[in-house]
């Protein structure tokens, strides 16, 4: 059974740093694309950051320069490293793990967790 879990999560001054990190277990991501979601209440859920599995990275404007994305394929799991942390950065983050070339397409999602940002 595939399980995906966050951590790291948690309140942080506005400006400063949180680093989220992803575990994946029962299922070899070596082949998937690893991914960063975010929503907001009310909110749709929308892909923040993304890397692909010859780790190519992409980031929605609004994050690039302050999230990096990264990927360990031996430990399994992918991280997120966010710094200059702004008040509209606070939402409930998840960690995708997907392959949409698979018929059907074989999506993981964790529970996800609660970055709160405090001005």
């Known amino acids: 059974q595939v399980q995906v879990v966050e951590s790291g999560g948690g309140l942080v001054q506005l400006g400063g740093s949180l680093e989220l990190s992803c575990t994946v277990t029962?299922?070899?991501?070596?082949?998937?694309?690893m991914a960063w979601w975010r929503q907001d209440p009310g909110k749709q859920r929308e892909v923040i950051a993304r890397i692909s599995s010859d780790g190519t990275r992409y980031y929605i404007p609004s994050v690039k320069g302050r999230f990096t994305i990264s990927r360990d394929n031996v430990r399994s799991t992918v991280d997120l490293r966010m710094n200059s942390l702004k008040p509209e950065d606070a939402a409930v983050y998840y960690c995708?793990?997907?392959?949409?070339?698979?018929?059907?397409?074989?999506?993981?999602w964790g529970q996800g967790i609660q970055v709160t940002v405090a001005s």
């Open positions: 995708n793990i997907n392959k949409l070339t698979s018929f059907p397409p074989d999506i993981y």
């Open positions: 029962g299922l070899d991501v070596t082949t998937y694309e």
